[in-house]
């Protein structure tokens, strides 16, 4: 258990309207991370952050914001949802032995109709 | 670029059966790192095993076992007498320097009572 919670945990909205998701961790990691899951496409990295205020862009970071103003605390928001953002949404923390593992909060399902 | 294949998109097994799930990767790095995560019916991404690209050695663990072999780019993944509980999406993934992971699309594993 890596310690990190998500919410909502289950999200339904309509197009145009704005979300914020929210991650939290309670184990001081210094870099947070947030992914999409689609099917046939694994994960895809959308945003990630290296510190408080430090972030920067993935993969797929088109129509997503991020912000983290305290170490525990990353949100991720859809200033204006649309149909192709319902996804699984995953934040994640790394660690491990070697610092190069990362480990996965519980996700959020976000419906956009 | 970096890139993981997994070919196999669902694979169904009668319980106690063995069964292989492929992972092939695409890298320029000479160090590199490989993971397998279990995602069950429930959701949450769960870390199974960290390869380091220096380290050829074939990891077993219960019933889980990797085959690693850079000659290939392949890293497998084999349940021996696979159980109910088995049932998951199976995901690969690479990283050089944990941060830029690229997962594979998933393998959906269905054990069959």
């Known amino acids: 258990d890596a310690g990190i919670t998500q919410s909502p945990r289950h999200k339904v909205t309509e197009t145009g309207t704005p979300v914020t998701l929210r991650c939290h961790q309670t184990?001081?990691?210094?870099?947070m991370y947030w992914y999409r899951q689609d099917p046939g496409h694994g994960l895809r990295l959308i945003h990630y952050?290296?510190?408080?205020?430090?972030?920067d862009k993935g993969e797929v970071s088109d129509g997503y914001s991020v912000s983290r103003s305290k170490t525990e605390d990353f949100l991720l928001t859809l200033e204006s949802a649309t149909s192709s953002q319902t996804s699984v949404y995953f934040c994640a923390i790394r660690s491990g032995t070697s610092f190069n593992e990362q480990y996965f909060g519980p996700g959020t399902r976000l419906t956009v109709t | 670029a970096q890139k993981v294949t997994q070919a196999q998109t669902e694979i169904s097994v009668v319980e106690k059966e063995d069964v292989t799930l492929d992972c092939v990767y695409e890298?320029?790095?000479?160090?590199?790192?490989l993971f397998w995560y279990k995602q069950p019916p429930s959701g949450e991404l769960v870390f199974l095993i960290r390869r380091n690209s220096f380290d050829e050695q074939n990891e077993i663990s219960g019933r889980y076992s990797w085959n690693f072999q850079k000659s290939t780019s392949s890293f497998n993944f084999t349940i021996t007498a696979s159980q109910v509980v088995d049932s998951a999406v199976y995901f690969c993934?690479?990283?050089?320097?944990?941060?830029?992971?690229?997962f594979g699309p998933g393998t959906r594993l269905s054990v069959l009572p």
């Open positions: 952050s290296y510190g408080v205020k430090d972030t």
């Open positions: 993934a690479l990283n050089k320097d944990g941060q830029n992971f690229v």
């Open positions: 890298t320029r790095d000479t160090t590199y790192y």
């Open positions: 184990e001081n990691h210094r870099y």
